[in-house]
């Protein structure tokens, strides 16, 4: 139990377009939804959380107007990459608080951006 | 504060030995401490975790050892297995589902 099922696993955008990335509670409600950005060899490194039904809430340091994140409902937030750059390529991974079962990880992102 | 220290950054066992990776945190507010094992571009995956009314538990092979008053904790991997080599995080977060707080991560290798 306690799944969350991340989309796409790889992408690969041309410099200036937009990429979303979907998060998917399965069996579980998300009322939060945490985003991660992970570099090479490196830890995860919080971008963002999302509550559902209310604006995300951003770390220092991290664009808000690049990263535009959506928890419209229960079992679904996004994240969109804006006007992506080469600099924005990534690993981008999204966690859930699941209960019992702790935190859930998706199976992460590829991006990149050429 | 918010800080958790791991060490060490990479590690190199022979199969069958015993794996040992070390944290350390400051904030005492923190009463969740999960350990994480991730494999090249995946999620990270629940190892197994601890909480501080324990200062042990045990999995299988896997064992968290918590020192709540040294503020650190631990894991063991016991008969380490080539299948085990991956990177292994430790976390801590305050209260439920608040965010956790990583630490730098440890890169096992584990040789056959």
């Known amino acids: 139990g306690a799944v969350v099922s991340q989309h796409p696993s790889w992408v690969i955008c041309k410099s200036g377009t937009s990429v979303k990335i979907e998060c998917r509670s399965l069996?579980?409600?998300?009322?939060?939804m945490f985003w991660y950005r992970q570099f090479p060899k490196q830890s995860l490194m919080l971008m963002a959380t999302s509550n559902e039904g209310s604006k995300a809430t951003y770390e220092q340091g991290v664009e808000k107007d690049k990263f535009l994140i959506n928890h419209a409902s229960l079992t679904l937030s996004t994240l969109t990459v804006t006007s992506a750059h080469p600099e924005d390529s990534s690993f981008y991974i999204c966690?859930?608080?699941?209960?019992?079962?702790?935190?859930?990880f998706g199976s992460g992102t590829r991006l990149t951006v050429v | 504060q918010q800080q958790v220290k791991q060490s060490p950054q990479s590690l190199i066992v022979q199969k069958g030995g015993i794996s040992i990776i070390n944290c350390a945190y400051e904030?005492?507010?923190?009463?969740?401490f999960p350990w994480y094992q991730q494999f090249p571009g995946k999620g990270p995956a629940l190892l197994i975790a601890?909480?501080?009314?324990?200062s042990e538990k045990k999995e299988g092979r896997f064992t968290i050892s918590f020192n709540k008053s040294a503020k650190q904790f631990s894991l063991h991997i016991m008969d380490s297995q080539p299948g085990d080599s991956a990177t292994y995080f430790c976390?801590?977060?305050?209260?439920?589902?608040?965010?956790?707080?990583f630490g730098s991560g440890t890169q096992l290798t584990v040789l056959p």
């Open positions: 601890i909480r501080p009314d324990v």
């Open positions: 966690s859930a608080p699941a209960g019992s079962y702790g935190y859930t």
């Open positions: 976390a801590a977060s305050p209260l439920s589902a608040r965010q956790l707080t």
């Open positions: 069996d579980f409600q998300a009322t939060t």
């Open positions: 904030n005492t507010a923190f009463d969740y």
